[in-house]
Nanobody, 124 residues
Framework: QVQLVESGGGLVQAGGSLRLSCVASGRGVRSYTMGWFRQAPGKEREFVTAIMWSGTSTLYADSVKGRFTISRDNAKNTVYLQMNSLKPEDTAVYYC?????????????????WGQGTQVTVSS
């Protein structure tokens, strides 16, 4: 059984930074592709970024490219999302997700494992 637990959300002013963490537990998690998704009130869940198990490949949504950075520490079974230059439109619940393959990584329904989410609120 794979479990994902996010932390690090909060309230920040526009232009500020936050770092989210996702701790994974369970068999084989170090070999998983890990992704971050977000869902704002009244909107559909959207892909933010993903990282291959080795950390050698990443992918970002255009809306966060150049501002957000995903990384992982497999020794700690932890994935990070560093968010800089935050904007009010980044306000959402952020979810960590995991899957075994590096395919169709933008599609949330391809991920079988999800965390409970952490709220990020950016004030203007």
């Amino acid at each position: 059984q794979v479990q994902l637990v996010e932390s690090g959300g909060g309230l920040v002013q526009a232009g500020g930074s936050l770092r989210l963490s996702c701790v994974a537990s369970g068999r084989g998690v170090r070999s998983y592709t890990m992704g971050w998704f977000r869902q704002a009130p009244g909107k559909e869940r959207e892909f933010v970024t993903a990282i291959m198990w080795s950390g050698t490949s990443t992918l970002y949504a255009d809306s966060v490219k150049g501002r957000f950075t995903i990384s992982r520490d497999n020794a700690k079974n932890t994935v990070y999302l560093q968010m800089n230059s935050l904007k009010p439109e980044d306000t959402a619940v952020y979810y960590c997700a995991g899957r075994q393959l590096w395919t169709n990584i933008k599609y949330g329904n391809e991920y079988p494992y999800w965390g409970q989410g952490t709220q990020v609120t950016v004030s203007s």
